[in-house]
């Protein structure tokens, strides 16, 4: 019954296009969100409106705070200039002074958490700045105090004391004893006064007042022992002056005093006040703020509760019309997935179900049956292009082998180059010794006859054949030594080309023996070729591949570089680059490439010399030993007029192997897969 009902829904949803079906799950989706946004827009003024009485008592809280922070400052910076006054700490009470008006009068009062008790604030800081400008007024009474009745009465009897010193004679004088006393008790005297002004101790009041005292005291002794008129009357100036010194350190005592009060009364009092008034209206403020964040989390609740219950509502719809959207659409799916995994099979006989339906998986059926009926016509073409595939494989392979047989034709023609070059390289030498020999014959046989002849042998002519046999010796051995070296050469280069066999060898003997091969070509042009390769580069690899390299490379140059007879340079330096690789310079200063000549230099068969009977295989081979049997790398750089550079990066243990250089193991060349050039 159930899968009745399935079936019979499935045939419903099917009569509608599967685009209007999708499209029906985004309407529903829309009008979710639509309700979704009404609610949640409802609910985001009451958050507005909560969150901004929350915004602005926290405002409101920055606002006390920095009241406070800056009135307990400015208390500070008062005690601190009172203590020990400058302009700088004035300047900079001035300027904290204007903050904190200004604060509370264009923040504070425009605040309206603060609006009320702004003037209050206002009134409070008021009388704390006033009382400094009290405290500053008595502050200046005070120095002036001190300057005028303390040290200034200080100065003349300081005056009077070396008065008094100067008019006594001698140290032995009745006066001494009791103007020494006095002179000390005037000393601590001064001492006391000075820490009494700057510390406000009571032990330097109480100090001064009793040296002061004992300065009095000793005055009426030392007049009774007064010897002259000048101490006398010094003493009486003294007596005054300790008179006026006494009344100055009273009046101090009493401005200090009243200074000490006006601080505690005035400046402390009124900031406790203030910051009184500030921890009242924070209180209030974190009440309001309470209430604020309780409204803003009943709203937030109340939101969240109203769209659970709409999304869940909704989300039942929609998965229930999701859920029939998809039968409608996973059924006819499947039988369209069993269709295609017998057409992959083979099994081109079962029919497509549902084809006749109007929807889009209908015209999948029916596309997935002509699939299935192009399937039969493919099978049988696959079976008539199979036969064909088979001979054009035999004559791809006939052509491969005809190609390796030119690779090594190209290979053994360079090597026989260089036999008629070393053969003629030889004939010189060795011709040269013939004709030595043959002359040094004769003139033997003539010395022999002139021996055997009955006249006498004269000194001269042993010495003339002495001399003449050593030159003939020194001729031979130069000669035959010549000839030695070139045929060594070439042994030794032909043995590594024709047996490729690997062992170590050192790079810059090879290379001169290389280019020791190569002289005869180098005399019938006018090239000059130069080698800068240092001793102690050693290689493991394979000799042969690399004189193959430098031959091709250095016949290349001389057909295409510098052809018609065109003089030049052709450099080959070596140089390590690490431990592991050797770096190898080719470069000459001919004729140059074209970028189209570069990006195919070591294609093969490319060549630019084709009437000339260039075969195009003499950089293909020398790109695939240096990739592949040497396991490196090779780049060309070469500019049209100014010559060309091979560049070639090997490691100093080759990588490759005998047979890996020109073919893979299926017998098929391998050709470069990549060109490095610069234009």
């Given at each position: 019954?159930?899968a009745?009902?399935r079936a019979?829904?499935v045939?419903?949803l099917r009569?509608v296009?599967?685009?209007?079906?999708?499209?029906s799950i985004?309407?529903?989706?829309?009008?979710?969100?639509?309700?979704l946004a009404?609610?949640i827009?409802?609910?985001?003024?009451?958050?507005?409106?909560?969150?901004d009485d929350?915004?602005k008592?926290?405002e409101s809280d920055k606002?006390?705070?920095l009241?406070?922070?800056e009135t307990s400052?400015?208390?500070?910076?008062?005690h601190?200039?009172?203590?020990?006054?400058?302009p700088?700490?004035?300047?900079?009470?001035?300027l904290?002074r204007?903050a904190?008006l200004?604060?509370i009068?264009?923040r504070a009062a425009?605040?309206?958490?603060?609006s009320?008790?702004?003037?209050?604030l206002e009134?409070v800081?008021?009388?704390?700045?006033n009382?400094f400008?009290e405290l500053?007024?008595?502050?200046?009474a005070?120095?002036k105090?001190?300057d005028?009745q303390?040290l200034?009465?200080?100065r003349?009897?300081?005056?009077?004391?070396?008065?008094i010193?100067?008019?006594t004679?001698h140290r032995?004088?009745l006066i001494?004893p009791s103007?020494?006393k006095s002179?000390?008790a005037?000393t601590a005297?001064?001492v006391?006064?000075n820490s009494?002004?700057?510390s406000?101790s009571?032990?330097?009041?109480e100090?001064?007042?009793?040296?002061t005292?004992?300065?009095?005291?000793?005055?009426?002794?030392?007049?009774?022992l007064?010897?002259?008129?000048?101490?006398?009357?010094?003493l009486k100036?003294?007596d005054e002056?300790t008179?006026?010194l006494r009344e100055g350190?009273?009046k101090?005592s009493?401005?200090?005093?009243?200074?000490t009060e006006?601080?505690?009364n005035?400046?402390d009092?009124?900031?406790a006040?203030?910051i009184q008034?500030?921890?009242d209206?924070?209180?209030?403020?974190?009440?309001?703020?309470q209430?604020a964040q309780e409204?803003?989390?009943?709203?937030?609740a109340?939101?969240?509760?109203?769209?659970?219950?709409?999304a869940?509502?909704f989300?039942?719809?929609i998965?229930?019309?999701g859920v029939?959207?998809?039968?409608?659409i996973?059924l006819?799916l499947?039988?369209i997935?069993?269709?295609?995994?017998a057409?992959a099979?083979?099994?081109?006989d079962?029919?497509?179900?549902?084809?006749?339906a109007?929807?889009e998986?209908?015209?999948m059926a029916?596309?997935?049956?002509?699939?299935?009926?192009?399937?039969?016509a493919?099978?049988?073409?696959e079976?008539?292009?199979?036969?064909?595939?088979?001979?054009a494989?035999?004559a791809l392979?006939e052509?491969?082998?005809a190609?390796?047989?030119?690779?090594d034709a190209?290979?053994?023609?360079?090597?026989?180059?260089?036999v008629?070059?070393?053969?003629?390289?030889?004939n010189n030498?060795?011709?040269i010794?013939?004709?030595?020999?043959?002359?040094?014959a004769?003139?033997?046989?003539m010395f022999?006859?002139e021996?055997?002849?009955n006249?006498?042998?004269?000194r001269?002519?042993?010495?003339?054949f002495?001399r003449t046999s050593?030159d003939?010796a020194?001729q031979?051995?130069?000669n035959?030594h010549?000839?030695?070296?070139l045929?060594?050469?070439?042994?030794?280069?032909?043995?590594?080309?024709?047996?490729a066999e690997?062992r170590?060898?050192?790079?810059?003997?090879a290379?001169?023996?290389i280019?020791a091969s190569?002289?005869?070509?180098?005399?019938?042009?006018?090239?000059?070729?130069?080698?800068?390769?240092?001793e102690?580069?050693?290689?493991?690899?394979y000799?042969?591949?690399?004189?193959?390299?430098?031959?091709?490379?250095?016949?290349n140059?001389?057909n295409h570089?510098f052809a018609?007879g065109?003089a030049?340079?052709?450099?080959?330096s070596a140089?390590?680059?690490?431990h592991?690789e050797?770096?190898?310079?080719?470069?000459?200063?001919?004729?140059?490439m074209?970028?189209?000549?570069?990006?195919q230099?070591f294609?093969p068969?490319?060549?630019?010399?084709r009437?000339?009977?260039g075969?195009g295989?003499?950089?293909?081979i020398?790109?695939n030993?240096?990739t592949?049997?040497?396991?490196?790398r090779?780049m060309l750089?070469?500019?049209?007029g100014q010559?060309t550079?091979?560049r070639i990066i090997m490691?100093r243990?080759?990588?490759?192997?005998?047979?890996?250089?020109d073919?893979?193991?299926?017998g098929?060349p391998q050709?470069?897969n990549?060109?490095?050039s610069s234009?």
């Amino acid at each position: 019954m159930a899968a009745q009902v399935r079936a019979r829904t499935v045939g419903l949803l099917r009569a509608v296009p599967i685009r209007w079906r999708i499209l029906s799950i985004a309407a529903l989706n829309s009008l979710v969100v639509a309700v979704l946004a009404v609610l949640i827009w409802n609910g985001a003024k009451v958050l507005g409106s909560a969150w901004d009485d929350v915004r602005k008592v926290r405002e409101s809280d920055k606002i006390l705070a920095l009241l406070e922070s800056e009135t307990s400052r400015l208390q500070n910076l008062i005690h601190r200039y009172i203590n020990q006054p400058n302009p700088e700490l004035f300047a900079e009470i001035l300027l904290l002074r204007e903050a904190v008006l200004g604060t509370i009068s264009t923040r504070a009062a425009t605040d309206p958490m603060l609006s009320g008790s702004a003037d209050e604030l206002e009134r409070v800081t008021e009388r704390f700045l006033n009382g400094f400008g009290e405290l500053r007024t008595l502050q200046a009474a005070i120095a002036k105090t001190y300057d005028e009745q303390v040290l200034a009465p200080a100065r003349d009897m300081a005056g009077l004391y070396s008065i008094i010193e100067g008019a006594t004679g001698h140290r032995d004088a009745l006066i001494w004893p009791s103007l020494g006393k006095s002179r000390e008790a005037f000393t601590a005297m001064l001492v006391a006064a000075n820490s009494y002004y700057l510390s406000l101790s009571s032990q330097s009041a109480e100090d001064a007042r009793r040296n002061t005292d004992t300065i009095e005291k000793t005055i009426p002794v030392m007049l009774d022992l007064a010897e002259n008129d000048l101490q006398r009357l010094a003493l009486k100036r003294l007596d005054e002056r300790t008179a006026a010194l006494r009344e100055g350190l009273g009046k101090l005592s009493d401005q200090l005093t009243n200074r000490t009060e006006l601080l505690r009364n005035t400046i402390d009092l009124t900031q406790a006040e203030e910051i009184q008034a500030i921890d009242d209206l924070t209180a209030k403020t974190s009440q309001r703020e309470q209430r604020a964040q309780e409204t803003f989390d009943r709203t937030l609740a109340a939101i969240s509760r109203r769209v659970l219950t709409i999304a869940v509502f909704f989300l039942g719809i929609i998965l229930s019309a999701g859920v029939l959207i998809a039968l409608s659409i996973r059924l006819p799916l499947q039988q369209i997935m069993t269709a295609m995994r017998a057409i992959a099979l083979g099994d081109y006989d079962r029919q497509v179900q549902g084809i006749t339906a109007r929807d889009e998986v209908g015209a999948m059926a029916r596309a997935v049956e002509v699939f299935r009926e192009n399937a039969i016509a493919k099978r049988k073409t696959e079976d008539e292009l199979r036969a064909a595939k088979e001979k054009a494989e035999s004559a791809l392979v006939e052509l491969n082998t005809a190609q390796q047989n030119l690779i090594d034709a190209e290979r053994l023609a360079a090597l026989g180059g260089l036999v008629a070059g070393v053969a003629h390289e030889v004939n010189n030498p060795i011709g040269i010794s013939l004709t030595v020999a043959s002359s040094f014959a004769r003139r033997s046989e003539m010395f022999e006859a002139e021996l055997r002849s009955n006249g006498a042998l004269r000194r001269s002519q042993l010495e003339d054949f002495v001399r003449t046999s050593r030159d003939a010796a020194q001729q031979l051995v130069a000669n035959l030594h010549r000839a030695g070296e070139l045929i060594q050469s070439f042994k030794q280069v032909a043995v590594d080309r024709s047996h490729a066999e690997r062992r170590q060898f050192n790079l810059a003997e090879a290379t001169d023996q290389i280019i020791a091969s190569l002289r005869p070509v180098l005399k019938r042009a006018p090239i000059a070729l130069s080698a800068d390769v240092p001793e102690g580069l050693v290689v493991d690899g394979y000799p042969g591949s690399y004189g193959q390299i430098l031959t091709n490379l250095f016949l290349n140059a001389v057909n295409h570089a510098f052809a018609d007879g065109r003089a030049g340079k052709i450099s080959i330096s070596a140089r390590a680059r690490g431990h592991d690789e050797i770096e190898i310079n080719f470069s000459d200063d001919g004729a140059g490439m074209t970028s189209e000549v570069q990006r195919q230099a070591f294609d093969p068969f490319f060549t630019t010399r084709r009437n000339e009977g260039g075969t195009g295989l003499g950089l293909h081979i020398v790109y695939n030993l240096v990739t592949q049997q040497l396991g490196g790398r090779m780049m060309l750089e070469s500019r049209l007029g100014q010559g060309t550079t091979f560049r070639i990066i090997m490691p100093r243990t080759a990588k490759g192997g005998n047979e890996a250089s020109d073919t893979l193991s299926d017998g098929t060349p391998q050709w470069p897969n990549r060109t490095m050039s610069s234009t």
